[in-house]
C-alpha cells in the first residue's frame, strides 16, 4: 500500500513537471508566434513525428478512448461534445491538476494561457480525422480541477478570417488600453 502511494506521487510528480514545461515553452513560443500561431507549429510538429498519442488507447473512437482513459483513474468526467462544428472538450477532475501539488493553482495564480496537453492530442485526432479542415482553438478555461476548451473546425478560408478578426481586435484593445494609460500633458 505505502509503495502504491509513492508511485502514485510519483506519477502525478512527472506529469505535473511534463504540464510545467509544456506551459513554459508554450509561452515562450507564443511570444514570437502568438496564440494561435504557436498551437499551428504545435500541432504540426506532432503531426511531422507521425506519433499519435491514442493510437495506444484501447477504443476505435474518440469516445471510447476517452472511456479507457478514465478507467485509469487520472481523468474524470471527460467529454467531447460535438455542436455543429464545433467541439468542446471538458475534464471535471484531472488528479494531476488540483491539491497544492497540482499545477492548476499555479496556471490559475500567473494567469497562464496555453493549453491543456491532453487537448493538443484530442485535436491532433480530429485534425487527423478532418485533413481538410483547420483547426481554431480558443484558451483553455481552467478550473482547480479541471479543464474546458473549444475546437472549431473550419474551412482554411474561414479559418483566416476568424484570425484576422482576432488579430484586429488584440490591436484595437491595444490601442485603447495605450491611449487610457497615456500621460495627460
Partial sequence: MKQELAFAKL?????????????AVFTAVKERLGFFGCWEASLK?????????????????????????????????????????????????????????????????????????????????????????????YPTVFTEWGAKTEIELLTPRKYQEKKNQLVEFVALETREILFKNKPQH
Fill in 45 to 137: 510538429a506532432i503531426d511531422e513525428m507521425g506519433f499519435n498519442c491514442l493510437e495506444f488507447v484501447e477504443g476505435d473512437t474518440l469516445q471510447e478512448k476517452l472511456r479507457t482513459l478514465e478507467k485509469y483513474g487520472f481523468f474524470q468526467g471527460m467529454t467531447l461534445k460535438r455542436e455543429g462544428n464545433k467541439f468542446i472538450f471538458k475534464i471535471d477532475k484531472c488528479q494531476f491538476a488540483g491539491g497544492k501539488e497540482g499545477i492548476h493553482k499555479n496556471i490559475l495564480e500567473h494567469k497562464i494561457e496555453a493549453p491543456c496537453p491532453l487537448t493538443l492530442i484530442i485535436a491532433q485526432f480530429l485534425k487527423q480525422a478532418n485533413p481538410r479542415k483547420r483547426l481554431y482553438v
Fill in 11 to 23: 506519477v502525478k510528480f512527472m506529469c505535473c513537471s511534463m504540464h510545467s514545461t509544456f506551459f
